[in-house]
C-alpha cells in the first residue's frame, strides 16, 4: 500500500485528490499538508502544516510518515505569478526543487502537474503536438516548462520516478481555481447559476482546452499506476478533454437556462496570457502510453455542473 504525501492539498486539484485517494489507499495512507490550515475535510485524515520552501521541514514530515509517493501541488497559478513574478519564480521553482530533493533523498515516486501554460505565441495552436516548439511568454509558463525539464533531469540523472500532466483549465463545482487564467470558466458557471448573467474577461473567438475535475483525478490516479516502462512522455503529457471559448460555453449553459446573458469585459493580461496558449491539444500520447481517456464532453460536465451547484445553491 502507498503512502502519499500532498502539497497544496486546500488548493483545487488538492481537495478533490485527498479525498479521492484516502478513498483509494486508506484514510492513514495519505498525508495533506499546506502553508495554511486544513478544513474539516483534509484533517479528516493525517494533516501538517508546510511551506513547501522550508526544506528541511519538507524532508522532516515526508520522513515522519514513511511516505513512498510525493505529489506536488503547491503553485501560484498564471494570473497571480504574472502580478507577482520574483515570487512566483521563488515559490514554483523552489519548492519543486525541494520536493524533487527530498523524493531523491527518500526514494518516493513523484508527481507535480504542468500546464498548457508551457506553450507559447510561437507553438502550433491548434491540434498542438506533444513534442513541439515552446517559448512561453509568461512566469508561469517558464516555471512551468522548467519544471518539466527539471523533472526529467532528476529522473535521468537520480533515477527519481518522476511524472507529469500539461494540465488545461480545470473545471470543478467543490473548489474554486484562484489566480487562473482559465478560471471564467468555472465563474460562468456559479454566476449562471446565482444570477443568470456573467461579464467574461476572456473574449468571444478565444478558445483554450479544458477538463472535467473527475477526468483530472483519474487521469493523475492513472498515470501514477502506469508500467513506468511505457512512459515515454513522462513529465509532460498533454492532456485536454474539450476546447471552448465564452460563446460556446455560454451556448451550452442556455440549453439548461435559457435565459442566460452574458457580456465582456476583457481584462488585458489574462486575455493576452490566453491567446499566447493553444486553442486545442494533441492527447494522443497520453493515449497510447498509458491509456489516457476522458469521460466528460462539454455537454455532461455543463449538465452536471449545473446541477450540482443549484442542489448547493437551493
Ligand atoms: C491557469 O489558468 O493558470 C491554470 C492552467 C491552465 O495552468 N488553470
Redesign the pocket.
Known amino acids: 500500500m502507498r503512502t502519499i504525501l500532498i502539497t497544496g492539498s486546500s488548493g483545487q486539484i488538492g481537495s478533490e485528490l485527498v479525498a479521492a485517494l484516502r478513498a483509494r489507499y486508506g484514510e492513514e495512507h495519505v498525508i495533506a499538508t499546506d502553508i495554511k490550515p486544513g478544513g474539516e475535510s483534509l484533517s479528516a485524515g493525517p494533516f501538517e502544516l508546510l511551506d513547501v520552501n522550508n526544506r528541511q521541514a519538507f524532508h522532516d514530515i515526508a520522513q515522519k510518515y514513511n511516505v513512498d509517493t510525493i505529489i506536488h501541488l503547491a503553485a501560484l497559478?498564471?494570473?497571480t505569478a504574472e502580478a507577482n513574478p520574483l515570487f512566483a519564480w521563488e515559490l514554483n521553482m523552489g519548492g519543486l526543487l525541494n520536493a524533487l530533493e527530498v523524493a531523491r533523498e527518500l526514494k518516493c515516486q513523484f508527481f507535480t502537474p504542468s500546464?498548457?501554460?508551457v506553450f507559447g505565441p510561437d507553438s502550433p495552436k491548434e491540434g498542438t503536438p506533444q513534442v513541439t516548439v515552446q517559448r512561453p511568454v509568461t512566469m508561469?509558463g517558464i516555471n512551468k516548462l522548467a519544471g518539466e525539464l527539471l523533472c526529467d533531469y532528476y529522473f535521468r540523472k537520480f533515477g527519481v520516478d518522476t511524472r507529469g500532466l500539461r494540465?488545461?483549465?480545470?473545471i470543478s463545482h467543490l473548489t474554486p481555481?484562484g489566480?487562473?487564467?482559465?478560471?471564467y470558466a468555472v465563474a460562468m458557471y456559479f454566476e449562471a447559476v446565482r444570477c443568470g448573467e456573467y461579464c467574461s474577461y476572456i473574449n468571444k473567438g478565444t478558445f483554450m482546452d479544458m477538463m472535467y475535475m473527475p477526468d483530472a483525478i483519474a487521469a493523475i490516479i492513472q498515470l501514477m499506476e502506469a508500467d513506468s516502462a511505457k512512459l515515454v512522455n513522462r513529465n509532460a503529457y498533454n492532456v485536454s478533454a474539450m476546447s471552448f471559448d465564452p460563446e460556446l460555453l455560454a451556448a451550452e449553459i442556455r440549453k439548461l437556462l435559457p435565459g442566460f446573458k452574458l457580456t465582456y469585459q476583457i481584462d488585458p493580461v489574462r486575455e493576452q496570457i490566453a491567446q499566447s496558449w493553444p486553442n486545442s491539444l494533441d492527447t494522443s500520447a497520453a493515449e497510447r502510453e498509458w491509456g489516457f481517456k476522458p469521460r466528460f464532453t462539454l455537454e455532461t460536465m455543463t449538465q452536471d455542473m449545473l446541477v450540482q451547484i443549484a442542489a448547493r445553491t437551493i
Open positions: 497559478l498564471s494570473a500546464s498548457i501554460g508561469y494540465f488545461p483549465g480545470l481555481p489566480g487562473g487564467t482559465t478560471d
